[in-house]
């Protein structure tokens, strides 16, 4: 199954001659529509939970499975982009993505709506790494910055708008159409993906090792399902079956990244990690999405339970920092282009820290246009440090590790996202818990609004912990300009 030198030097394209426009169209409508599935259904969680008759530590699973998914998948793609071609990757992903995307429309309960979301992440987690790897394929190190900041329009635009558009489609309609109003964008991506989409990867089909799938899947799956389930029952934390499960994914992850490092062949080369600026950003990235995907579930939950609002407002107050993430990611981009991470990397994590602190200190007295900007200032702060610093840490990386570089950055993203949903809910579940056993009256309006407003200001806190650490590590950010070799 090996292939030989000049196998891989004729199956890789030459780019110079090839448009990139139509090829970064094609990737980035797929993706786009991918991955606003991830916040898609934020603001319908409170209808779910009624409809579907599930609780809010289930319902969360809708996004914590998603997420999971993407990330078990994700290393896979760090193989199998090297054994088919962008346009296969490309086509087969939203296949996926869109008979998911019909089954959850379609679904009469919650565990085949889960089934359904399941199938749509196999087809995210199959996607993003395609177009990370193609957009470093394709672009020089001098011009990825601005090319980098069109995919964050996507990776960051795409889930932050998702909680808007879930409060329009939820008051106008109902929650199936979240899933109805995708498919003929799904299926416009194929056509015309099928139609301008070229391979631009080299196919060196190297060999395929079970085992490293196979121990791969349980650590992140397990690391996940662990701390989702702490969220759940009376135990929490000191349940064996969180604690066990948290220790066996950690466990497998250890023996998997000891097995990557002695196989020729890796599934995924952590070697990559020898380069300090990617290993610093891994960090980074990691505490960015935790805090981003966390946030963008809380806050549409006390926007509609501790202030009342319906889902159609609570998504319109979100909107505005939706739109300004977007806005800034490709100006951040270029940014970095002219001006290095340093200069985009520390305010950022600074805004950060400033934001989640206004965050601990929210009741059900804060105004809503209080929320417009907070969420705003967030979403601002998360801009200028994703993809400067993404693209800072793959520029250190040469060639041949462009496809473990973005899927171990793609995949420990994806899993923090879970990771981060599940204790930022779980605490926050455990905080009303809390106040509501030493509550007078915990079934009365206003008991149930104050725990929950301990729930919020708790999760925060831990949120505004993880922030002044990425401050901290943003001061260490130094610019890289070419590619290192790695041996």
């Known amino acids: 199954m090996d292939a030989t030198a000049g196998k891989t030097k004729s199956a890789a394209a030459d780019t110079s001659e090839i448009k990139k426009a139509p090829i970064m169209i094609s990737l980035i409508i797929g993706a786009f529509i991918a991955i606003l599935n991830e916040t898609l259904l934020n603001v319908a969680y409170t209808d779910l939970m009624a409809q579907l008759q599930v609780s809010a530590a289930t319902v969360q699973w809708l996004s914590t499975g998603f997420m999971l998914v993407v990330g078990i998948l994700v290393p896979v793609s760090a193989l199998l982009i090297q054994w088919f071609t962008t346009r296969q990757m490309f086509l087969g992903a939203m296949a996926l993505f869109t008979a998911g995307t ?17 199938i749509q992440a196999s087809g995210t987690g199959l996607l993003l790494p395609v177009l990370m790897n193609t957009i470093l394929v394709l ?72 085992i490293s799938i196979v121990l791969s899947t349980i650590g992140f799956g397990g690391l996940v399902f662990g701390f989702s389930n702490a969220g759940e029952g009376e135990s929490g934390w000191t349940d064996p079956g969180v604690y066990l499960t948290i220790a066996a994914g950690f466990a497998a992850l250890g023996i998997f990244v000891w097995r990557q490092l002695r196989l020729k062949e890796p599934m995924l080369d952590m070697r990559a990690f020898k380069s300090p600026m990617f290993s610093l950003t891994t960090v ?90 907070y969420h705003s200032m967030l979403m601002l702060g998360i801009s200028l440090v994703m993809m400067p610093g993404q693209t800072n840490g793959l520029n250190q990386l040469p060639r041949k590790y462009y496809p473990h570089g973005t899927a171990i950055l793609n995949t420990l993203q994806q899993v923090a996202g879970a990771i981060g949903v599940a204790l930022f809910i779980g605490i926050m579940t455990a905080a009303e818990t809390g106040y509501l056993q030493s509550a007078v009256n915990p079934e009365s309006a206003s008991a149930q609004q104050e725990a929950l407003t301990s729930g919020v200001q708790g999760a925060f806190t831990v949120g505004l912990i993880f922030a002044i650490i990425a401050f901290i590590l943003s001061l260490f950010m130094k610019r890289t300009t070419a590619p290192i070799e790695i041996d």
């Open 284 to 373: 980074l990235l990691i505490i960015m999405m935790m805090t981003m995907f966390s946030t963008m579930i809380i806050l549409p939950l006390y926007l509609q339970g501790g202030l009342a609002l319906t889902a159609f407002v609570a998504g319109l107050a979100l909107l505005p920092g939706g739109l300004l993430n977007g806005a800034m990611s490709p100006i951040a981009g270029r940014l970095f282009d002219r001006y290095g991470p340093r200069a985009l990397v520390i305010p950022g994590t600074a805004l950060l820290v400033v934001t989640m602190w206004f965050f601990t200190n929210v009741t059900t007295d804060t105004a809503t246009w209080q929320f417009v900007v």
């Open 139 to 210: 672009f020089p190190p001098e011009k990825r910055g601005g090319a980098m900041g069109m995919m964050g329009l996507v990776i960051m635009f795409a889930p932050a708008i998702g909680p808007t558009l879930s409060g329009i489609i939820v008051e106008s309609l109902n929650w199936r159409w979240l899933f109805f109003l995708i498919l003929p964008f799904a299926l416009f991506s194929i056509i015309f993906g099928m139609i301008y989409l070229r391979n631009v990867s080299d196919i060196t089909k190297p060999k395929v090792d079970i």
């Open 102 to 118: 019909l089954l959850s429309g379609l679904a009469p309960n919650f565990p085949v709506l889960l089934a359904g979301r399941i």
